[in-house]
């Protein structure tokens, strides 16, 4: 047998492999927008009824643009992130050279995104307190962040905090395998 004959089927087994784990990365970036969008009503009504309770007109959320939704931002992120790992999936699966070079970018800077994501869920009071002082409304200060945030966490399932778990350690393994197993 030829040593190229040897080689290659192992040298497609893990393109393959890293385009799996490529395309479970694609999943979990999309899960939490599309989490959003079925939950984000529900999550502003309580966040609305909390705002309320602590005598803070609700209107501020939309005057100063705060939404519980996946659009803006919350969307087009992560489906960036999701559309550039699919591609370059579809280049490893091709046996395009391309796919390999993708992968050690978009992997590598969805592994560096996570760590800020996960960051930012973690100091979410801080985060949002800091957003709202940016903001200038003097209305938003007044916000008890914790209560406000609690409230809104609320709305969403009781197995959000689990997706969220399962959701950064895919990206964070499935960036890390996609590149190790393209290297080797």
Known sequence: ?????????????????????????????????????????????????????????????????????????????PGSFAAASLAAAALNLAGNSWGTTLTWVFSSI??????????????????????FRRKGDPELLRVDVPAFLTAAEGAFPAWTRTLQNVRHTVVFAGSALAVLLLAL
């Open 110 to 131: 969805a592994f560096l995104a996570n760590i800020a994501i996960l960051q930012s869920q973690l100091g979410a009071v801080k985060s949002v307190r800091a957003a």
């Open 1 to 77: 047998m030829d040593r190229n004959e040897t080689k290659e089927p192992t040298v497609q087994t893990l393109a393959v492999l890293a385009a799996a784990a490529q395309i479970l990365v694609a999943a979990a970036f999309v899960s939490i927008p599309v989490l959003r969008h079925r939950f984000g009503a529900v999550a502003k009504a309580a966040a609305v009824a909390e705002l309320r309770r602590q005598g803070v007109r609700p209107e501020v959320l939309e005057e100063n643009r705060l939404r519980f939704d996946a659009s803006g931002h919350e969307w087009w992120a």
